[in-house]
């Protein structure tokens, strides 16, 4: 429950009187009785709605309240950013061209989820002797990604591996 809902007071819940009352339709009906002004808003089948309650004499609106908190959760939600996850494709200097292309698709719908994607080339064993063919693999991987992401950290080499950071556009 947010701070909106519990402050708000509705129909019979209003106990002050006068009251300066809007139409649904945003017109100024004056300053009326609290009663009279829940006779209008149930003649036009709608609540009382206080909406200003600091003002004296406090502002009441007519409006459907439960329209008027669908309206307001739907804005509050709308106020809610997409949490940016890192997400990681390793691969291996001898991996395939077909498997390279399964990693990339991948990792093109983690950059379209606006996701952050560390891409590794892990070496094993006597591969890192060879650690230019996992540098043709990474620079190969980055290219094929870089419509989609731009480089956040270059390629290095941290232990048995190089690895690159690529970020959304």
Avoid: W
């Avoid at 980055?142 to 690159?164: C, F, M, N, T, Y």
């Amino acid at each position: 429950m947010s701070v909106i809902e519990r402050n708000q007071r509705i129909n019979e819940q209003i106990r002050i009187s006068p009251v300066r009352v809007i139409s649904a339709d945003g017109e100024l009906l004056g300053i009326l009785p609290t009663e009279e002004a829940l006779s209008k808003a149930r003649e036009s089948e709608l609540d009382l709605v206080e909406v200003a309650p600091n003002e004296r004499p406090p502002v009441c609106r007519i409006m459907d309240y439960g329209k008027f908190k669908y309206q307001q959760k739907k804005r509050l939600a709308k106020g809610h950013a997409h949490q940016s996850k890192i997400k990681e494709i390793r691969v291996r200097p001898k991996t395939g061209e077909h498997d390279i292309q399964f990693k990339l698709v991948q990792a093109r719908s983690f950059l379209k989820h606006k996701d952050k994607v560390i891409v590794s080339v892990v070496f094993r064993g006597r591969e890192l002797a060879h650690v230019e063919e996992g540098r043709k693999v990474i620079d190969h991987v980055i290219k094929e990604l870089e419509d989609i992401g731009k480089v956040e950290s270059a390629p290095s080499h941290q232990g048995k591996r190089i690895v690159a950071i690529l970020a959304p556009r």
